[in-house]
RNA sequence: GCGGACGUGGCGGAACGGCAUACGCAACGGAUUUAAAAUCCGUCGGGGAAACCUUAUGGGUUCAAAUCCCAUCGUCCGCACCA
């Protein structure tokens, strides 16, 4: 008799086992082939582990554990994106510096980390706010700063007033901050901003170079939001520089029957004078600048707008005179905040001329414009088009687009949805942006020799009510002097957003005490890029894609030896609730993982993390599940008491040898949940056998391993064997899975009538003679013609009438 | 509105176009136990008298459809006045 299986004596011994063997550290040699597998590395929050990081955590750490088996130098680290608002926010409420509930939270996360038993590389650990860190972080920063690609400018931005900071459009979620739900209002503010969009085209094309499920490149695409058209000048009595507008549909030229500018439109102030309803205009104009962005588009509904009475543009293709209306459905931010309006094929411009009474014009054929827009590009001809009648729409596209390139009123365009990333951030727990203000010489970067810039100690973190930076306060770290002339200067008082630390870190994981470099060549060229990277969907368009840019920049400045940074990037589907709710404090059906491993214990965890459905889909959890997953390892470890003597057989060889391929494959292809039901079939076919030889209890717990690891191992080592991280993956053999007879269905025109056993050897010809015999198919075909029969895998279909 | 994913037992879910419901949960029966828990063994989608029917619904392609195509209904996710 065994003892019971105890997972609370288990797990603590084979953790410290690991601990002290250093097995999971990456070799320093480079002489293996190397594996880098990559997760998210989390931000230590106040609350603990979440049940979603496990999913995550463990599908790669299954990935890695087999790896090294198969000989691979495998690097799977771990770190903490610790800069951030919640800490910040903890610390002022509770008057403790930021420094320390980052310490205490790291602290917390490491213990619950280490108790699930991941085999993360734990000597490589790195920090976004270790100064040596965040060193690098700047050093890119100022990279950027001298290449052009980081510059200041007064824009309007999503001002959060919960938070009191200013967010990008990635963070601003249903027109809300998408940390604290607070209100979000737009503020005109001088902001730090990075060029991504000169990387738009590169961000689009690369993704075709790497490995990622095909959504997130989807949704990256999307985001970028490429479109191509054209760029159009209308001409403006009394207005030299005309107003220019960007359409996709340069086809519809002749349709365009009015134009629309938005409310910030610059030339509002430059035909002020001329504008003879100005007043009403201007009143326009307020309004809209009260609302934000969520309010604006909110009421998509109603169209609202005004003329600019006494202005006219000319519609450079029927030289008709037109009129130019204010509207905040055109957006200042994208195109050229102008639009030419061809109501007769665009739902928009189609609603508001209804709204106005603006005439509407068919020049596209094939749709009924008295009752919608017709805006179908594939089918339909020009019509009231002059020179363009009678042409297919893409025809029509090309040849207008010729003809305004060669009367110099227009050219082919392209235009992006992406916008450029704001940077800065009013908070005190950010990387400070190393950047002085001299009077003399404009901004000037801090020497390199002086980073790290290390964030000053304060008394108080909150930022002042009117939004600037708590680092305003600290009078004796802002004033300095030029770096360039020596005068009296001032420091950037704004910190970068938490996104920064995360854009690199998996470089700095390669070589992450390097002082002199990010990371050194040759680490870089051995580790980079990432070869699988599992993360969350969410991530998809921010740090995903900012990790993206800033690496292609690196790789531009030849300080990373790839253009892309991952290889191969997958994504887990969320953990709901037991009701099928997302998790929440406040829907009260948060699982703690603490709990579950003190109930079950950390391999029972992961085996139903695992198992609980695909992984690619979001689930919802079930305690009575993972108990199930709890008895499938009992009954594993009971399997212990099942071994025959030494020299007895099982003839269980071809169900081992199919199982070990189903788990290679599985695992691989993240079919995580298969390829257990695949290990809890055989365990229930060895119970039914009540007897497994010591050689396929070892085989099954190597294959086992990388899910539940704590308890392969000490069965595995009572067996007496080496300990199984440092054995290889086993193999299987083709040869062992195939069964001398095999259970054929028949099919009678499609439908299963009866079942017999063949010889895995029976030609076609034999499985066929042999079906049409068949005593209970026989009767049933009996005086039918026999027209033909499919034999394929393990069917047999006749066909006849 | 656009883009994406999806719809299979009481539940989570399996199923290269080839025997639908693997594996697990729940439920039920039995063994063991003074009893319970645990464990072991077993049963287990629905409808129909039956032939049969049944993978959201209706069509189609095919020798063969949960799987491919078209339409409809529904759910979830992302983006959203992007010209």
């Known amino acids: 008799m065994i003892e019971r299986y105890d997972p609370s004596i288990i797990e603590p011994k084979w953790q410290a086992h690991w601990e002290q063997t250093r097995c999971f ?52 680290p771990i770190g903490w994106d610790a800069f951030g608002l919640p800490t910040e926010n903890f610390a002022i409420k509770n008057k403790i510096h930021p420094a320390v509930v980052t310490k205490n939270n790291v602290a917390h996360f490491t213990a619950q980390l280490k108790r699930l038993g991941f085999s993360f590389d734990w000597s490589r650990e790195v920090n976004t706010t270790d100064p040596s860190y965040y060193k690098w972080s700047q050093w890119i920063f100022l990279k950027l700063f001298e290449r052009g690609l980081a510059y200041k400018a007064e824009i309007p931005i999503n001002f959060c007033m919960g938070c009191k900071v200013g967010l990008a459009n990635e963070e601003v979620v249903d027109g809300v901050c998408e940390r604290c739900g607070g209100a979000v209002v737009r503020k005109i503010k001088s902001q730090w901003m990075l060029k991504i969009t000169e990387y738009a085209q590169r961000l689009i094309d690369d993704l075709d170079m790497v490995d990622y499920i095909e959504k997130v490149k989807i949704q990256q695409r999307n985001w970028i939001g490429r479109s191509d058209g054209a760029e159009v000048l209308f001409e403006i009595e009394g207005y030299p520089d005309g107003l220019k507008v960007f359409t996709t549909r340069p086809d519809t030229l002749f349709g365009a029957t009015y134009m629309v500018v938005s409310p910030e439109h610059p030339i509002v102030n430059a035909l002020e004078g001329r504008i003879k309803n100005i007043s009403a205009v201007r009143e326009y104009q307020a309004a809209a600048a009260r609302k934000s962005d969520f309010e604006r588009s909110e009421l998509v509904k109603d169209k609202t707008g005004v003329p600019l009475e006494g202005i006219t543009a000319i519609n450079p293709a029927t030289g008709e005179p037109i009129p130019v209306w204010i509207s905040d459905y055109v957006l200042m931010g994208y195109g050229t ?88 951030r009013q908070r005190y727990w950010g990387e400070p942006i190393p950047l002085v203000y001299c009077e003399h010489c404009g901004w000037v970067p801090l020497p390199y020799d002086q980073l790290p810039l290390v964030l000053p100690e304060l008394e108080e973190y909150l930022p002042a009510e009117d939004g600037s930076s708590p680092l305003t306060r600290a009078t004796e770290w802002i004033n300095t002097s030029c770096p360039k002339c020596g005068a009296p200067a001032k420091r950037e008082t704004d910190t970068m957003p938490q996104w920064a630390g995360s854009s690199w870190y998996f470089l700095r994981y390669t070589d992450p005490n390097n002082d002199n470099e990010l990371a050194s ?86 085996l139903y993390e695992m198992f609980m459905g695909a992984f690619d889909q979001p689930i919802p959890w079930s305690t009575m599940g993972a108990r199930g997953c709890r008895r499938f390892l009992d009954r594993v470890w009971r399997l212990q008491e099942m071994i025959k003597g030494e020299g007895e057989t099982t003839d269980m060889r071809g169900k081992l040898h199919g199982c070990i391929k189903k ?3 599985d695992y691989e292809r993240m079919k995580y949940n298969t390829a257990i039901a695949a290990m809890m079939a055989l365990v229930n076919d060895f119970y039914s056998k009540g007897s497994i030889t010591k050689e396929e209890l070892h085989t099954l717990l190597l294959i086992l391993s990388p899910v539940a690891p704590h308890m392969a191992e000490e069965i595995n080592e009572r067996l007496g064997y080496a300990p199984i991280h440092t054995l290889a993956w086993p193999k299987w053999d083709e040869a062992a899975l195939v069964e001398d007879e095999v259970e054929l269905a028949i099919q009678l025109n499609g439908k299963v009538r009866a079942r017999m056993m063949v010889s895995s050897s029976a030609t076609k010809e034999e499985i066929e003679a042999a079906a049409v015999k068949h005593e209970e198919i026989a009767p049933l075909i009996e005086g039918k013609t026999v027209r033909k029969i499919i034999a394929v895998r393990n069917v047999v279909n006749i066909v006849a009438n």
């Open 663 to 665: 788990v290679s494959e």
């Open 337 to 424: 905040g102008a639009i030419m309006a061809v109501p007769g094929h665009d739902a928009r411009d189609w609603e508001f001329a209804k709204a106005f009474g603006l005439p509407i014009v068919e020049v596209v054929a094939g749709g009924n414009i008295e009752e919608a827009a017709f805006s179908d590009i594939n089918d339909g001809q020009m019509v009231n088009s002059g020179f363009l009648n009678g042409m297919q729409v893409k025809e029509a596209i090309s040849f207008i687009t010729q003809w305004l390139v060669e009367k110099g009123l227009g050219e082919h365009k392209v235009n992006y949805k992406l916008r450029d990333w704001v940077f800065s």
């Open 25 to 76: 550290e990456a070799e320093a040699s480079h002489e293996k082939p190397k594996f880098y597998g990559l997760i998210e590395f989390p931000y230590p929050s106040g609350m603990g582990l979440h049940v979603g990081h496990p999913r995550s955590n463990t599908a790669l750490d299954i990935i890695c554990r087999k790896r090294r088996m198969e000989g691979f130098n495998v690097l799977y």
């Open 521 to 606: 060549k040759e680490a870089l060229e051995y580790w980079t890029p990432v070869d699988w990277y599992n993360g969350g969907m969410e991530h998809t368009t921010l740090h995903l894609l900012y990790s993206r840019f800033w690496h292609k920049f690196l790789y531009d400045i030849g300080v990373v030896p790839t253009p892309e940074p991952y290889q191969k990037r997958t994504s887990h589907g969320m953990i709901l609730g037991e009701n099928n709710e997302k998790m929440s404090k406040s829907r009260g059906n948060v699982i703690n993982p603490d709990d579950i491993v003190n109930e079950l214990g950390a391999d029972s965890f992961r």
